[in-house]
């Protein structure tokens, strides 16, 4: 469901006390550095990566139901992107869901190599592989980006440039395109998205990226998903919901998943043109 927009940010100043504790906005950098620290604190890579997509995989079935009567697209990278995508793969064909999924350049981190291999054996039956061109003769109802994620800078080249200009097409086309973390193409940091594919959901883990923030017209709907990070615990304890609860975040105002908003932390607001003093979120009271 998509939410409105609640007034202007900027429109009036903001203070500590009118607006309670602070949720941080990472940059690609950060969001790295907390990876490494969940890792580093006994969370293995690859259980984020299932975390991930499961997570996924639940706000599609739970959005676009029922999925048996849609037709469904995953795209998938080399990375762990393209390995959350495995993972939102298998995890929909454990539903008895039909999946056509195009690895669109081959897998080469372990965690995506080990994804994809999991996602062949155990759901052959409804997991379906196909060349980057013959998606683009078909008709579907909704096409999952899992290309590129957060660490990706620079325009999307080669293969991948190609399969953005598909997503472009299915989408013009009537399909609905999910992103896994960001938009391909678009900059976690800089929220450059020149080349980047346009979204009307965007699904992203732990913490909201900066360059999300930056450039809203590529995310759509930008929905914060709990994966295990100590950094989604905060995000969740912060704004007092249940750990795993999405967090709803429209055009200028984030809303929880009970409707309750939650100002974005802008210091000043001009058009379009946002400008970050603190990458911050500031929850309302």
């Given amino acids: 469901m998509r939410h409105s927009s609640a007034g202007t940010p900027g429109a009036e100043p903001f203070t500590r006390d009118r607006v309670g504790?602070?949720?941080?906005v990472v940059t690609a950098a950060q969001s790295a550095a907390?990876?490494?620290?969940a890792i580093a604190s006994g969370t293995p890579s690859s259980l984020l990566m299932?975390?991930?997509?499961?997570a996924t995989a639940r706000e599609i079935a739970r959005r676009f139901a029922p999925l048996h009567s849609r037709r469904l697209l995953v795209l998938c990278g080399s990375g762990n992107n393209g390995g959350d995508g495995w993972v939102i793969a298998r995890a929909l064909a454990t539903r008895g869901i039909s999946v056509d999924v195009c690895e669109v350049v081959a897998a080469r981190t372990d965690g995506a190599i080990a994804a994809r291999a999991s996602a062949r054996s155990e759901n052959s039956r409804h997991i379906h592989e196909l060349p980057l061109g013959e998606s683009r003769s078909t008709t579907y109802d909704i096409v999952v980006d899992a290309m590129l994620g957060t660490g990706s800078v620079?325009?999307?080249r080669g293969a991948i440039a190609e399969a953005v200009a598909v997503v472009a097409?299915?989408?013009a086309a009537g399909a609905f395109m999910v992103a896994v973390d960001l938009p391909t193409g678009l900059d976690a940091t800089t929220g450059d998205a020149t080349h980047a594919t346009v979204a009307d959901y965007t699904f992203t883990y732990g913490s909201a990226k900066r360059g999300q923030l930056i450039d809203r017209g590529v995310c759509g709907e930008l929905v914060v998903l709990d994966i295990g990070l100590a950094a989604s615990a905060e995000l969740a304890r912060m704004l007092k919901v249940a750990p795993g609860s999405p967090v709803l975040i429209g055009r200028e105002v984030a809303y929880l998943a009970d409707g309750r908003p939650v100002l974005l932390g802008i210091n000043t607001y001009r058009?379009?043109?946002y400008r970050?003093?603190?990458d911050l979120y500031r929850p309302l009271s």
């Fill in 21 to 24: 504790p602070l949720v941080r």
């Fill in 34 to 37: 907390r990876d490494a620290a």
């Fill in 50 to 54: 299932e975390h991930a997509g499961e």
């Fill in 154 to 156: 620079g325009t999307p």
């Fill in 169 to 171: 097409e299915l989408r």
């Fill in 271 to 273: 058009g379009d043109a």
């Fill in 276 to 278: 970050f003093e603190a």
